[in-house]
């Protein structure tokens, strides 16, 4: 039989998963992937050599597709399924399949008119583990199973630090709808009916603009005589996935965040000897489970990590089931429903999830002379309710026409646009004078990012000068110096030095600021370039990647030895300074460093939380020569054995610097734009830690 070519529907996070487990089945090829966004289409299509289209209709008439993956925001999935399969495309969506049981049984009836198949992505259900603890309960290992227990205890970067006009945060319900599947889908799978009796919302967090959702959520729910609890907490918390099952003459727990199944059984040895054996096998089991994964991700070269091999196995099972007219049941509408039916009677036990509250009407509307582009992340919603409380009208250009500004309907005006359409961009800059350029896109080849980061920045650039802007104010970054030497001191007059072996995110940044100065002279608008240090403030991530590698909230290790000062800065004095660069005549093409009076290690930051909060991290230093070398290794395994022609490893200069090894001079950006970020030790640890929710 000829390979089923595969398509890919939307070229987001979750496309790479799925193109890397189409390519590793056999029977598929990767033929094509399809986004309206043309670069997110283009780079993906470069990466993995397939054909790129922006257009469903296009990619469907070029007849260069048996299947489609339907990868793109939940709401558009029922709408695209059912255009596919009327085109004779088989189908596997994501996750939710759909947002009612109704648009799910619309799914089914068309793949059935049209005679394909149509198959839901709960890919947790393929684990080898989960596969070992059906075979254990099915066996009678765990005798009669009482009480189930399914967690989703995983922190959601969302809800502290956005976007917060995606459709995830739109509404309540829309938060079970993207994270129910997953703990929703074991519990169908393990039993057969699921009565929903009780639903508890806890945690609440409110969010830029005022509106309010849950970060914890219990469910209470009974299949037949067994109890079954389902958690979900997004709170900053330690990783816990996990489905625990217990039974009359065992207990089985499977965290299927790690592939590990871990089965605990009475044992008929003496009084004395009975809880040391017991421990021993709980022992014996934990450890066989960490070599066994240790090992199958070493010899892969984490090629076959847990979420990998969930979609290379459901991928795989789905296909399995098409080529032999016998669908997996796993993946099968019939059990999607099942799920979506018990997500639906869970959000009709929540009293006030069937009154949504309005939106408020502004009483008039925005004139804006200030746009941001980025406004609705971290820095961009500071800096946007900073310049409000200054008086300023603020354009906010988003992704999508929501944002975190329902509270300032009437000073901050949100709208929709690509930054990839120079048009669109140039219209929404007419009669403004200032643009704050925040955006930075998450690449991952050189090539990408020149697309996607560096010409981004030349198109507003050029958009902005062709619609009068006086200036543009562009944010960069301190990662571009090399701050490797310990007794150097950087100033705005600090060379950056080679950058084409520096991290991906420093050399991009630097030649995006090296462009717009040219451009300046040219064609492009009036710039002038602010360079944060570690940013921290209200609404920041605990888990700041500037400050080292987190392996999950409750563990840093340091970039360094962690005793030396680090170039913190609050958001409310970052922004200060970029409001400060717009009413400053006579800088452009000047260049700011915004880091503030030296006062924290990274150690002393995380002792402040622990003597603050009472939350005391598990915070280690590393050496950063060793991390260098390991990358050397890491980065010619993946040239040479995956054949990843794009893997670079980093200079070593590259790696200490970040550990921030040098000092900063602000001097410039005090005298000049009279800056005058905190300088007062408590006063900062107070707006740094105290002031805002690091966890919940």
Wanted: charged residues 25%.
């Amino acid at each position: 039989m000829a390979d089923l070519r595969v398509g890919i529907l939307g070229a987001g996070y979750i496309a790479a998963w799925h193109a890397d487990a189409i390519r590793r089945t056999k029977g598929l090829l990767l033929a094509a992937v399809c986004d309206r966004s043309a670069p997110a289409a283009e780079g993906m299509a470069a990466a993995y050599g397939i054909t790129a289209y922006t257009e469903l209709d296009d990619m469907i008439a070029s007849g260069t597709c048996d299947a489609v993956h339907i990868l793109t925001p939940p709401p558009l999935h029922h709408g695209l399924t059912l255009r596919c399969l009327r085109a004779g495309l088989h189908v596997l969506v994501e996750k939710p399949a759909a947002l009612s049981v109704a648009e799910l049984d619309d799914m089914a009836a068309a793949a059935e008119a049209a005679g394909k198949s149509l198959g839901i992505c709960h890919n947790f259900l393929a684990l080898p583990s989960y596969r070992r603890l059906r075979e254990a309960r099915d066996a009678g290992l765990l005798g009669v199973v009482s009480n189930a227990q399914i967690n989703w205890s995983l922190p959601l970067p969302p809800l502290r630090s956005g976007p917060y006009g995606s459709w995830l945060l739109a509404q309540t319900r829309n938060l079970l709808l993207e994270l129910g599947p997953h703990p929703f889908s074991f519990a169908v799978d393990l039993f057969d009916g699921l009565e929903i009796e009780h639903v508890s919302l806890g945690q609440w967090i409110t969010l830029p603009g005022g509106a309010e959702r849950p970060q914890s959520w219990r469910i209470l729910a009974r299949a037949g005589k067994v109890d079954v609890t389902i958690n979900l907490s997004l709170v900053e918390t330690v990783d816990d996935r996990s489905v625990m099952l217990r039974g009359s003459a065992g207990m089985a727990r499977l965290d299927y965040a790690a592939d590990t199944l871990v089965l605990t059984r009475d044992n008929t040895a003496e009084l004395v000897l009975n809880p040391l054996l017991k421990e021993m096998s709980k022992a014996r089991s934990h450890l066989r489970e960490g070599v066994v994964n240790a090992f199958r991700q070493g010899r892969s070269l984490n090629q076959n990590s847990p979420y990998a091999l969930s979609f290379r196995n459901t991928i795989a099972a789905f296909y399995d089931g098409l080529r032999q007219s016998q669908p997996d049941p796993r993946f099968s509408p019939g059990h999607a429903r099942r799920v979506m039916q018990a997500i639906e009677d869970s959000l009709a036990a929540i009293p006030s999830m069937s009154t949504p509250a309005l939106p408020r009407m502004a009483a008039r509307a925005p004139s804006p002379r200030v746009m941001v582009i980025g406004g609705t992340g971290f820095l961009g919603r500071n800096l946007t309710r900073r310049l409000v409380a200054r008086g300023f009208d603020v354009r906010v250009l988003s992704r999508g026409q929501g944002g975190p500004f329902e509270d300032l309907a009437e000073q901050v005006e949100t709208v929709g646009g690509s930054l990839q359409d120079h048009d669109r961009l140039g219209e929404l800059m007419v009669g403004i004078d200032h643009v704050f350029n925040l955006a930075r896109s998450h690449d991952r080849t050189w090539d990408e990012a020149l697309r996607n980061d560096v010409a981004t920045s030349l198109r507003i650039s050029r958009a902005a000068r062709r619609a009068g802007v006086r200036r543009v104010i562009y944010t960069g970054t301190i990662a571009s110096y090399d701050m490797s030497d310990p007794k150097a001191v950087i100033t705005e007059k600090t060379p950056f030095g080679d950058m084409a072996q520096r991290n991906l995110y420093a050399r991009s940044k630097a030649e995006c600021e090296r462009c717009l100065i040219e451009a300046q002279a040219s064609d492009g608008a009036a710039v002038a370039i602010a360079r944060p240090g570690i940013v921290l403030g209200e609404g920041g991530p605990l888990q700041h990647w500037g400050i080292g590698r987190w392996h999950g909230p409750g563990a840093v290790r340091l970039w360094g030895g962690g005793d030396n000062i680090l170039p913190f800065v609050l958001a409310d004095d970052v922004s200060d300074a970029l409001i400060a660069m717009m009413e400053t005549p006579g800088i452009d093409g000047e260049s700011f460093n915004l880091v503030g009076t030296p006062l924290l290690t990274g150690r002393d930051y995380f002792d402040e939380i622990a003597r603050r909060l009472g939350a005391r991290l598990n915070v280690a230093s590393s050496n950063l020569t060793t991390l260098w070398a390991a990358d050397q290794i890491k980065q010619s395994l993946k040239r040479h054995v995956l054949r990843r022609t794009d893997a670079q490893a980093s200079t070593l200069a590259d790696w200490k610097s970040r550990g921030h090894l040098s000092r900063f001079d602000n001097t410039k950006s005090r005298e000049i734009l009279g800056w005058r970020p905190e300088a007062d030790r408590e006063a900062f640890l107070t707006r740094a830690i105290d002031d805002i929710r690091l966890f919940l």
